[in-house]
């Protein structure tokens, strides 16, 4: 059976409290995963690392224009996170976009080619650091506008959920993961997104990168309930959590139990999801808000060291063969700069391509739904005619 429709209410009571489905607990399966996939998250976490120490280097050579926001402290978030996803799950986030592109599985060279603005990048170099779009997978950007990706994580999701559910008549089977910053907390788009999640058990799960920072205004200065952000999901009937962002194993641990969850039942989460940024916000962020000595605090739990200690401890990895993977993602980064460097610059002409979806011919200077083909010609509309997939 189909879960779209909304949990019923009973309005014949006075004080009617809609909860949305009862949740039954959930405890992190917390067993150690096998040395070859510990391995794949510390050469993951080490490749967004060196990918980022060398975008700030290329910004700074006037390589790469416009915004860039880089992800070194918070490797451990994309890696686990991704990690605990199945592949079909589409994943959606903000404007620190690189990371997720990388843990995703998006190449090293389209992503740098992207941030130098060259037409082998993943969007031909039109969009650039903050639009990292990877559809084969499902990675849906990318997104500048504060908060402006928490209703398209809830589309995504619904848009699973309606195939699944409603055009396939089976079992919900994907969950899309949401990423957005504390500053996005107070955006209206994300309690919009939040209360339709909570009312038609859209399988989403938002996961607020917690960095205690929007660009330099602490949390506690302009947030609400900073200290328990769960609280923020309970008026919306949805389940919310704390997850360790610092450590990937911890984060995988927790992020599995939720998304299995999600899955299982077709209901949405909130997480507060724990970590820091060890850079400004952006390139230009001298970081006169916070101290040097929380910064270094911060640096003492780094994720890539606290995996790579771990395992060196367990016998999982022998120092010589970390210092190789060291070597073999430099290499990897240095070959995706050059990649990147010799890329040609778009072509004038491709301003005026992949606007739209379609191309719907010249704008006629009417805003009637007919210049697009009729309502009932869209592109997502026909894929429903025809039974096709959405996404
Ligand atoms: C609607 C909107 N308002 C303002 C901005 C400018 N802006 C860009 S990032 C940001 C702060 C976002 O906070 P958070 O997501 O916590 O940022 P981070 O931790 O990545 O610095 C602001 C206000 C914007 N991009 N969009
Ligand atoms: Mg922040």
Not at 105 to 133: N, W
Request: with cysteine.
């Amino acid at each position: 059976m189909n879960t779209m429709s909304t949990p019923s209410t009973d309005t014949r009571r006075l004080f009617d409290v809609h909860r949305g489905e009862a949740a039954p607990r959930i405890a992190p399966d917390r067993s150690v995963p096998p040395a070859a996939t510990l391995k794949k998250w510390l050469r993951d976490m080490m490749l967004i690392r060196e990918f980022e120490v060398r975008c700030m280097q290329a910004y700074q050579d006037k390589k790469i224009g416009g915004f860039c926001h880089v992800y070194i402290g918070q490797e451990a978030v994309a890696v686990g996170c991704v990690a605990a996803m199945k592949h079909e799950d589409p994943l959606v986030t903000a404007y620190r976009d690189h990371g997720h592109a990388l843990a995703r599985g998006m190449s090293a060279r389209a992503c740098m080619a992207e941030m130098f603005g060259r037409v082998d990048g993943c969007a031909k170099g039109k969009g650039g650091s903050m639009h990292m779009f990877d559809k084969p997978n499902n990675m849906f950007g990318g997104h500048g506008i504060v908060g402006a990706q928490t209703p398209l994580g809830l589309g995504l999701a619904f848009a699973t959920k309606y195939e699944d559910e409603v055009m396939r008549g089976g079992k919900n089977t994907r969950v899309t993961l949401c990423f957005l910053g504390d500053g996005a907390l107070n955006q209206g788009a994300l309690h919009e997104a939040m209360n339709l999640a909570g009312l038609m058990n859209i399988p989403v799960v938002f996961v607020v990168e917690n960095n205690g920072y929007s660009m330099g205004t602490s949390i506690h200065r302009g947030t609400t309930m900073a200290h328990d952000l769960k609280s923020k999901a309970i008026g919306y009937g949805i389940d919310a959590a704390v997850v360790e962002g610092m450590d990937v194993l911890e984060t995988y641990h927790g992020m599995k139990a939720v998304i299995d969850d999600a899955r299982a039942r077709s209901r949405p989460w909130f997480i507060d999801l724990r970590c820091y940024r060890y850079k400004g916000h952006s390139m230009s962020d001298p970081r006169k808000y916070r101290t040097r000595d929380e910064e270094e605090a911060w640096e003492a739990g780094d994720p890539i060291g606290t995996l790579e200690s771990f395992m060196l401890e367990k016998g999982m990895i022998t120092a010589d063969e970390s210092k190789e993977m060291l070597k073999g993602v430099k290499a990897e980064v240095r070959d995706c700069v050059a990649f990147a460097d010799a890329s040609p610059v778009p072509a004038d002409g491709e301003l005026y391509t992949d606007v739209y979806m379609e191309p719907w011919g010249p704008y006629p200077g009417s805003s009637k739904p007919s210049m697009m083909g009729g309502g009932e010609n869209t592109p997502s509309f026909r894929a429903i005619e025809r039974s096709e997939d959405l996404l």
